[in-house]
């Protein structure tokens, strides 16, 4: 796996409606298949569907950076992994990185800020123990690996 954590990757296929006029993946698709990769990974860390309706608590996401680093076609195969950047009671910070499924190459990646809401207040809760639990130990087995180049960017045109 990408950035080596115990959870497995979000597997899709770029859908021929994904494609646009330019000939690749629209980028509406690249927040779709995102927002899958980030459902995945909140079954994966005890945020599941069951659940949030039984804690009435969900996950609402912050703020969200895209980087689109290459061209993906219909028919592309895509891996997404998720890695564990930083997390608080409350909020974590959450990287994406999609792979063409076959070749590896890095196709874009998405940086999260995510918040665990309790959806009776709609207010900011804290993160049950056994998920600040989970988040702790991706965290801390990802914690050698380099940063990624993408985390951290910003929006601005350099002069």
Known sequence: MTFE????????????????HNGHMSEAYYVLVFGLASDAFYDEIGLDAITRERSRSSVFTLE?????LNEVGEGVPLEVATRVLDFDAKRAHVFHAMRHGEEGTLLATEELMLLHVDMTSRGAAPFPPEVQELLRGLQEIQANLPRPEQAGRVIGITR
């Not at 954590?5 to 409606?17: F, G, K, N, Q, T």
């Not at 969200?64 to 689109?68: F, L, R, T």
């Open 64 to 68: 969200a950076h895209i980087c689109y």
């Open 5 to 20: 954590a115990p959870i497995p990757p979000y597997l899709d296929r770029v859908s021929s409606e994904w494609v646009n």
